[in-house]
């Protein structure tokens, strides 16, 4: 059973994202176009489950499959979709998780979901507070019920969604 965890943010979250993009790197070579650190771990000052999110950008999706041997070899489990078409997930703990890895071929519109919401939050530290403050209330009220955190943030997730996918839109427009 996964235990429903939120902590105050941690200034080692940076450099341990940084230390698993450096052998994710070297896992998908030239294959990798990007890498990004995302969630919630990466808005500073931001509560968070200690998960480090990680969205490698590759140039060919269905080539990733090919690396899940190496990904074991990292501590990783495949996951494949996970839900997500277009998607290769990989998780890192099993129910101590540390790391989950969200690739996506570039051009994915999921590649700009993610980097919307983590720029939003970083643009907008009160949004961060409030998302913060509803995560670590969450995981007091359901420290053993993943579903039902996930549950109980996903309406205020999805409004910060919104509302990050038009402020891209409109930065973009003033560009």
């Excluded at 931001?46 to 999706?61: H, N, T, Y």
Aim: hydrophobic content about 35%; glycine content about 6%.
């Amino acid at each position: 059973m996964r235990k429903v965890e939120v902590t105050p943010y941690s200034n080692a979250w940076p450099s341990k994202f940084q230390e698993e993009a450096t052998e994710l790197n070297k896992v998908f070579g030239s294959e990798l176009i990007e890498i990004h650190h995302i969630g919630s771990t990466s808005v500073f000052g931001l509560s968070a489950k200690p998960i480090i999110d990680i969205m490698p950008v590759v140039k060919e999706i269905t080539r990733i499959d090919s690396f899940n041997e190496a990904m074991r070899e990292l501590g990783y489990e495949a996951r494949g979709e996970n839900g997500i078409a277009g998607r290769r997930y990989f998780q890192k703990g099993r129910n101590d998780r540390t790391h989950h890895v969200h690739v996506y071929e570039e051009g994915s519109p999921e590649i700009g979901r993610h980097l919307a919401f983590r720029d939003y939050l970083r643009a907008h530290p009160a949004i961060a507070k409030k998302y913060g403050d509803v995560k670590e209330e969450l995981a007091k009220r359901y420290p053993s019920d993943i579903a039902a955190y996930i549950e109980g943030k996903e309406q205020l997730a999805s409004e910060i969604e919104r509302e990050a996918v038009e402020w891209v839109r409109k930065r973009e427009k003033c560009k």
